[in-house]
């Protein structure tokens, strides 16, 4: 009596009676053992579904412990199906060995069950380590995302941030006058730069889209900049850079926006990882050597812009109307002397305190109101003088739609945009570190401190969404942010020594935040704008570039080139390195200067811009030091960084 395997002659009588009493055992004992592990399976599921990613890995080892198992014990598929099957003749198992058969079999069946128990066990335990070490793990995987610098940054920013707020309205009336002045000196460049985008572009962007990009990304930046006194706004080396991409859309017959914008997207990803990064460390090889030459660079175009303007009244004039590019030129240059008065008024011996604060704070604001009613009246209004021209209504250039549809264009054509990016990247790197490097200038008495990286972050972010809606780019704004900077500094006259001293600034995200949020609400407002007369742009311009000039020890030093040593201050750099090393020093700076200049001038070149400031950092680090000792460099105010 027995089993019977396969291959034998069959005989129906034995293996009926046998394989019935045989299967029904094996069944109620794999049964059995089923039960038990699945009551033992159920209590351990709860914890197993908690970390199923977990699982996958210990399910392999259990199958091949299950299947080591059963292999060992007999029970692969050698053994015969109980019902119907064939068997070997003359090959039966006695009781005695089908018992054996039946405990092995309770054996494997446990051995299946511990190994279930232990896997369990196992999941379990590394659920629980999961749980426990969370925690450090999304904190090693932040730090490896976010540089120290950049943490450090955040954690300045977030102790400050509400204080940005409330100091507002702590100088209440400081703040009122510097945003009404502001203001103008913000929107005029945006107007300015959205003429000359509209004639470069073919019409595709215009001052209506300046004049929304300018506002609405100041007031973004307001919000999530690191150093709020500093501004974004649109630069001439920024429109140049779209000029050339422009002309690059146009000469290969692609369309326009798709890639503008596929350009931005990538500029933002760049931004916000060197951000992330800390790169900004990377400015302090920028010395005040390229400093000095690049705020003079800034100075000099604003007056250039200005003066050119005034320039172009006489080159275009109408014959029969001579007078009108005279009566401008009066009226710029009658702003600019004005605007410098009243400043200046500050320091003079006229009045008392309140008054010439007051006289300084709402000076400005009030010439350029004059200027543009006077312009009105009709013994004035007849010369003709040219008034800002933009349009009456609300409207995109060409009526386009907000959204861009960036995917019109390939993957490919997507994917290649990186490469202008990495130059529109490096001009946005360059320019945004050092105009908030001249913010922080120890000399402009800040107490809160910087936050480059937090500042190339929000940059990038801001860059993401003016580059989907096809709105003109922003960029750090040296001009405007030195302006606001000295707008919200108080300042006292010290008699002993007879200079002016910074009494306290007001650092504050307010007054960013609420000009620009005029300048975008300027677009609803843009008939009142056109009786604004471009001279009177001109004379803000004048006083800009002029304003920027101060504290510029380069430019300084041209003019003391030529001065009597003896009747310079005791702690001049001509005392320590003697006039030939200043004079050389300075002369190097010129050459760099003049460079920048011409290469500025052509659109083909300018897109390139960020490489020449490059060379400009190589110079002051690899040439210069054959000719200066770090002494000499020290005492031009100029160190090398550590």
């Not at 107007?191 to 962007?205: L, P, Q």
């Not at 264009?409 to 990247?425: E, H, I, K």
């Not at 003896?566 to 001049?572: A, I, Q, T, V």
Request: glycine fraction near 6%.
């Amino acid at each position: 009596m027995g089993y019977y395997f396969r291959n034998d002659s069959y005989r129906p009588e034995v293996f009926r009676r046998h394989s019935s009493r045989g299967g029904n055992r094996l069944s109620r004992t794999r049964k059995e053992a089923s039960s038990k592990s699945s009551q033992e399976t159920i209590r351990e599921e709860s914890e197993i579904t908690k970390v199923v990613s977990a699982t996958t890995n210990f399910s392999s080892d259990l199958l091949s412990k299950v299947r080591s198992n059963v292999t060992n014990y007999g029970l692969n598929n050698s053994i015969t199906p109980k019902n119907g099957a064939e068997v070997n003749e003359g090959i039966v198992i006695t009781d005695e060995e089908e018992q054996a058969k039946d405990e092995e079999l309770s054996e494997a069946a446990k051995i299946v069950k511990d190994a279930v128990q232990e896997v369990t066990q196992s999941v379990k335990d590394l659920g629980e380590t999961v749980v426990v070490q969370a925690p450090s793990m999304l904190t090693i995987l932040y730090r490896s995302m976010i540089s120290r610098k950049m943490r450090e940054d955040v954690q300045r920013v977030r102790k400050n941030y509400v204080s940005d707020f409330t100091d507002a309205f702590q100088n209440k009336r400081q703040i009122i006058p510097a945003v009404l002045f502001l203001y103008f000196a913000c929107v005029a460049p945006a107007v300015s730069f959205g003429t000359i985008a509209s004639e470069i572009t073919n019409g595709y962007v215009g001052v209506v889209e300046f004049l929304l990009s300018s506002g609405l990304s100041g007031m973004a930046y307001a919000l999530l900049s690191g150093q709020p006194m500093a501004f974004i706004a649109p630069t001439g080396l920024t429109l140049a850079f779209t000029s050339g991409l422009f002309s690059f859309c146009s000469l290969k017959n692609v369309p326009f926006f798709p890639i503008y914008s596929w350009v931005g997207l990538w500029t933002s990803l760049f931004m916000i990882t060197l951000g992330l990064q800390g790169a900004s460390k990377f400015i302090r090889y920028c010395t005040h050597f390229t400093d000095e030459v690049f705020n003079a660079l800034l100075s000099v175009n604003f007056i250039f812009e200005a003066l050119n303007s005034l320039q172009r009244n006489f080159r275009l004039a109408n014959p029969d109307n001579l007078t009108m590019p005279f009566v401008s030129l009066a009226m710029a240059l009658g702003t600019f002397w004005s605007t410098m008065g009243v400043i200046a008024i500050d320091a003079s011996i006229y009045f008392n305190k309140k008054v010439r604060s007051v006289i300084k704070d709402f000076g400005p604001v009030a010439i350029i109101i004059a200027m543009s009613i006077l312009n009105q009246h009709s013994w004035l209004n007849k010369f003709g003088v040219p008034t800002l021209g933009v349009s009456n209504t609300f409207q995109l250039a060409r009526g386009r739609k907000f959204l861009i549809p960036i995917m019109s264009v390939p993957m490919a054509t997507r994917l290649l945009c990186a490469l202008p990016a990495f130059l529109l990247t490096a001009l946005f790197f360059m320019d945004q570190n050092i105009s908030t490097r001249l913010v922080n200038k120890s000399e402009n008495g800040l107490k809160k401190g910087s936050a480059y990286n937090a500042d190339m972050v929000a940059l990038g972010l801001i860059t993401a969404g003016l580059s989907v809606v096809g709105l003109p780019w922003m960029c750090g704004a040296t001009v405007q942010s030195m302006n606001h900077v000295r707008a919200m500094t108080k300042t006292k006259f010290n008699e002993e020594n007879e200079t002016v001293e910074i009494e306290s600034v007001t650092e504050t995200r307010l007054s960013g935040f609420v000009i620009h949020a005029m300048i975008a609400s300027t677009v609803f407002l843009l008939p009142l704008l056109q009786i604004l007369p471009i001279p009177v742009v001109s004379g803000v311009f004048l006083f800009l570039g002029r304003k920027l000039m101060t504290g510029n020890s380069f430019l300084q030093r041209i003019r003391d080139a030529i001065a009597e040593e003896k009747r310079l201050p005791s702690g001049h750099p001509i005392h320590f390195v003697g006039r030939r090393k200043m004079n050389m020093f300075t002369g190097v700076q010129v050459a760099c200067l003049l460079g920048l200049w011409k290469f500025k001038q052509y659109p083909a070149t300018a897109i390139f811009f960020p490489s020449v400031i490059g060379v400009l950092m190589l110079i002051r680090s690899f040439v210069l030091p054959r000719f200066f000792t770090e002494d000499e460099f020290i005492a031009l105010g100029d160190p090398t960084p550590t």
